[in-house]
């Protein structure tokens, strides 16, 4: 019985070392293809767009880079845009609340978020489908300025509409608020947005929780933005990984 046992537990340890192996080389391939945004250096990756100032002129530093953390004072609204054109990819992105916010969104939820498949003119908010940041409604999804997305058999679009996330209400636009189903953390700790945009589909995850998740989304490729929006926010990874 007791040879029987230890074959057994020999066996499972090599079932065991063979998983891990196969996990950490998915994962070391995954990384290998990875498209680091935030490099840790700078914004080389980027242009800056402020609906007061244009293209690449920050005079107030809206956005910087500090030990390879990416800090948006959220003073002026506009964003950060990738150079490039991305699709069919799965986005992580870690960020936090600071504690500054501006006017006229000064007593407001803080509020920020992630534009996807952007394209067109340059202007506050050009087309692109959003992944909310928002006090209270991260998860949320918006289409924005000619957009479309059917999310549960609903399409909405041209205009700026939005896709609440299952149980955000009830909800107010005040700064601090946290709903009664709440899955983002407490001010000031980090928190994990996934994001998967596979062709026409687009589904998000906050912190392990899934939100909505899309069809038929129009546009399906272009760049991915960060806004500033009246809320100071930080990211310290955007990372993309090309789907197989």
């Known amino acids: 019985m007791q040879r029987a046992y230890r074959y057994l537990s020999l066996v499972i340890t090599l079932i065991s070392l063979i998983v891990l192996n196969a996990c950490s ?21 980027f242009y800056s767009f402020l609906e007061k100032f244009g293209t690449n002129s920050d005079p107030d530093k809206v956005f910087t880079m500090t030990n390879g953390v990416l800090r948006i004072s959220g003073e002026h609204y506009g964003y950060l845009a990738t150079k490039a054109d991305y699709s069919n990819y799965r986005l992580v ?30 202007h506050v908010w050009p087309k692109s489908i959003e992944c909310q940041l928002i006090e209270g409604g ?21 205009k700026i509409e939005r896709f609440d996330r299952p149980g955000r209400n009830p909800w107010n636009d005040e700064v601090g608020f946290r709903g009664p189903n709440e899955i983002e953390k407490p001010h000031g700790e980090w928190n994990t947005i996934e994001v998967i945009c596979d062709g026409d589909k687009v589904g998000i995850k906050v912190n392990g929780h899934k939100t909505l998740a899309g ?13 500033s929006e ?10 993309l990984f090309p789907l197989r």
Not at 95 to 117: C, M, Q, V, Y
Not at 230 to 239: I, Q, S
């Open 25 to 45: 080389t998915t994962n070391a391939k995954d990384e290998k293809n990875a498209v680091h945004l935030l490099n840790g250096k700078d914004l080389s990756p």
């Open 93 to 122: 992105a870690e960020f936090k609340w600071g504690n500054k916010t501006w006017a006229p969104r000064e007593k407001n939820a803080r509020d920020s978020g992630i534009l996807l498949h952007a394209g067109g003119k340059d």
């Open 230 to 239: 009246g809320a100071e926010v930080f990211f310290r990874k955007l990372d």
């Open 215 to 227: 069809t038929n989304s129009i546009p399906h490729s272009g760049k991915i933005l960060v806004q």
């Open 138 to 158: 991260t998860g949320d999804i918006l289409v924005v300025s000619g957009a479309y997305l059917t999310v549960d058999g609903v399409t909405k679009g041209p």
